[in-house]
């Protein structure tokens, strides 16, 4: 088997286990092996993106994001975690935008330089964005 099929292989194993994370995050007992579990799911499939190609700001987000979060989980109280939760969110839809507007670029560089793209790609795109 080829790079490409491990990759996707461990992309669906990731997917799985956020499945998994979040069944167990429903119930307070689990909760915390349910965070155990995404974390490692997302670990998997950054490793997998990072190691098919060299994409060193991925890396160097992935670690800050790690310590972020860590020092975060160590330092916010519970009675402040519904606003860490709603200010995490908050940057996780700011990162959305950012990527969507990123491959909208992309696409209007493509067209630019007389590529055809299809129209469900740029609605797609830009919904993303949205």
Do not use: C
Not at 79 to 94: K, Q, S, Y
């Amino acid at each position: 088997m080829n790079a490409q099929v491990w990759r996707d292989l461990a992309y669906l194993f990731a997917s799985v286990l956020f499945i998994f994370d979040l069944k167990m995050l429903a119930h307070p007992r689990k909760a915390v092996r349910g965070n155990y579990v995404g974390a490692i799911s997302m670990a998997i499939a950054i490793l997998a993106t990072v190691l098919g190609q060299p994409m060193t700001w991925i890396a160097i987000g992935a670690v800050a994001g790690t310590v972020i979060g860590w020092i975060l989980a160590v330092k916010v109280k519970m009675t402040a975690m519904p606003e860490m939760v709603g200010i995490l969110n908050g940057f996780g839809g700011g990162a959305s935008v950012l990527v969507g507007g990123s491959a909208l670029i992309s696409i209007y560089q493509a067209l630019a330089a007389a590529t055809p793209m299809g129209m469900q790609e740029k609605i797609a795109t830009s919904a993303s964005a949205i």
